[in-house]
Nanobody, 120 residues
């Protein structure tokens, strides 16, 4: 069982930046490909970004390309989502997720989420 704990959410003005962090429990961090998702009020959960186990492959939803960066630090057992040039439409609860392989493998573990609110 892997427990995921997100942090770093908050209230930010449009154009600002936030960095989300996700720290999986245990010492098996390197075994998991990681992802970030978000759910805006009244909307379905959507994919934001993903990173492979090695960190060598990343993927982003179109709306965040060029603004968000996903990365992982094996020494700190942490995955990050650096969010720049934030827009009000980025307002959502952001969730960290883990899966055992890249590709179409479903995510097995989910965090509780962290709120990001962007005001104009």
């Amino acid at each position: 069982q892997v427990q995921l704990v997100e942090s770093g959410g908050g209230l930010v003005q449009a154009g600002g930046s936030l960095r989300l962090s996700c720290a999986p429990s245990g010492r098996t961090f390197s075994k998991y490909a990681m992802g970030w998702f978000r759910r805006a009020p009244g909307k379905e959960r959507e994919f934001v970004a993903a990173i492979s186990r090695s960190g060598g492959i990343t993927d982003y939803t179109e709306s965040v390309k060029g603004r968000f960066t996903i990365s992982r630090d094996g020494a700190k057992n942490t995955v990050y989502l650096q969010m720049n040039s934030l827009k009000p439409e980025d307002t959502a609860v952001y969730y960290c997720a883990a899966r055992t392989a890249w590709g179409t493998t479903p995510y097995d573990y989910w965090g509780q989420g962290t709120q990001v609110t962007v005001f104009s």
